[in-house]
């Protein structure tokens, strides 16, 4: 089950899988745990949730930031992210928790377009650390 919760630190509409405990906002980093998370959309369909968290974004972001040159996909925003964290071990615990969060089952192709040229060593450094798990060969999890 997924769900749209709005963070309570900066405001920001974000889709999180309700079968994990907590997950941080990629904007402004806070924790929220699920449970005590206030719900405004629940659904087993992502692309439905997805829909919806894109009108919220457009109705809600500031103006500078609805520009084109900012387009508000959350994995264009985790990529940025993922730019400005120079640990390793922060940047893969990171790309895990939030791939997992955005789009529940990752692949190979997704970490290699968040990190060009990383995502295999990566994906291997995840596993190899126990962080992510592979429920179906190819789809990778945080565990
Ligand atoms: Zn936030």
Not at 36 to 44: E, N, P, T
Not at 89 to 114: C, H, P, Q, R, V
Request: with cysteine.
């Amino acid at each position: 089950m997924f769900a749209i919760v709005f963070c309570p630190g900066c405001g920001h509409a974000r889709l999180i899988d309700l079968n994990n405990d907590g997950s941080r906002c990629p904007r402004c980093g806070r924790m929220t745990e699920h449970r005590k998370a206030k719900v405004h959309l629940r659904s087993d369909d992502q692309n439905e949730l997805r829909a919806a968290l894109w009108s919220f974004h457009e109705k809600y972001l500031p103006e500078e930031e609805t520009a084109p040159e900012k387009p508000c996909d959350p994995l264009f925003r985790l990529r940025e992210e993922l730019e400005s964290i120079k640990d390793h071990e922060t940047k893969m615990l990171y790309a895990a928790e939030e791939l997992s969060s955005i789009k529940g089952n990752f692949t190979l192709e997704d970490l290699e377009e968040l990190l060009p040229g990383e995502g295999a060593a990566i994906l291997r450094d995840m596993v190899e650390a126990g962080i992510v798990f592979e429920p179906r060969p190819g789809l990778y999890h945080r565990v």
